[in-house]
DNA sequence: CAGCTACGTTTTAAGTTGCAACTGAAAATG
DNA sequence: CATTTTCAGTTGCAACTTAAAACGTAGCTG
């Protein structure tokens, strides 16, 4: 009980961030997702991680199967057993989290370094940032992006849709001015 | 009063996530996020844009303010006014707002097309989606991530951080083809 | 079977959030 | 300069969330 969508968190102007907010809003679920990509999959094991209630993390379980971030799959061997694992929708959030996560990481204070590194599987190096890609590829930033109603749209983008790659799928440096970005590290990357 | 940090957000393992949802996790954070990178300057027009309360409002840009994810800056015509202006911290918080927007749009039921579109200026095409790039600017899915102990680093990625670009700060798509060379194409600024 | 583990629910108490109505300051108006 | 309007912030109270601990219930284990 108790556990009613409070509100759709203004729906108006039909856009994603509602939506999303709507699970990934609460104040648990990024850190469960969190620690579902870091490997934890039982109830006890996000307990103990997390240092979250029982009760809570009960229900923001639930609410993240119940929207199909979380599967939730017995154990064979041992039936009470629950395994919680990322589904693809689940996975989809991870450039969210990581983008996040660097945020976080550029501006907070207490942090020296992030423990539980991201790597690139292949060379098992700490990946890069997170970027906004353009239609075509190109890596955008902050000065780049305009918002405006879908009636404005020039005919030639009125049938693509926000947040799909082109045809062109490989990404392209939009490299012209200084200091914009998202990757406003020193370009150098040194510290 | 009464706006006490409630706790860190279990900030073991020093990770950029909880920092981040120390401000962004907040019921209406982003709404705002949004709306003030959709335009929206003073109080009333938050009020009205979010249908949120007053106190509450008041509550959020204060906390946003305050971890100088926005600016408050007084109009000089009118000085009861109050302008709030997105920093470059709260314009670093764009890929992920987007991001969180793409994933709301891409599963979200009751979403047919969000209207205000965010476009590329340059071109007024709507945006392409958030990608997550590896060190040397390769697009990275979620399968080609790992997450590893800072210690179990290569040596060569020691010195990296995570979330910083290379070097070579274009971006290229991870498919094996190793002849996919390309080149970013210098753009106009544009406005 | 008794005891333990994994998971979840209920209970109770404390803390937060949110809306509405109020306060108060700075323009605009007459 | 008194009055009204506008903008922003505060207070009061109801509704909700959170946490900690007790309780319930399967399913293993000895």
Redo the contacts between chains.
Sequence with gaps: MGTDVREP?????????????EV??E?WS??IL?AS???VHHFEEFLSE??IARNILSNRLSRLVEH?ILDRVQDEADRRRVEYCLTE?G??????????????????????????????????????????????????G?????????KD??E??RD???????DA?????????PGDA????P?????
Excluded: Q
């Excluded at 968190?9 to 907010?21: D, F, R, T, V």
């Design positions: 968190l203004k729906e108006l102007s039909a856009c994603g961030l509602p939506a999303a907010l990934m809003g104040r990024f850190m969190r990509f870091n490997g997390l240092g199909g929708k996975f989809d959030l991870l450039p969210a989290m990581v983008s996040l996560r660097h945020w976080g990481l550029k501006y907070g204070v207490e942090n020296v370094g992030m423990d539980p590194v991201i790597v690139d599987e292949r060379d098992r190096m700490p990946i890069g940032p997170v970027a906004m890609l353009a239609h075509d590829g190109r890596i955008l902050p000065a780049d992006l305009n918002m405006i109603a879908r749209l020039p030639a983008g693509r849709r926000e947040g799909t790659p082109a799928p490989h990404a392209l440096h939009n490299c012209d001015d998202l990757d406003a590290e370009r150098e990357a040194a510290e």
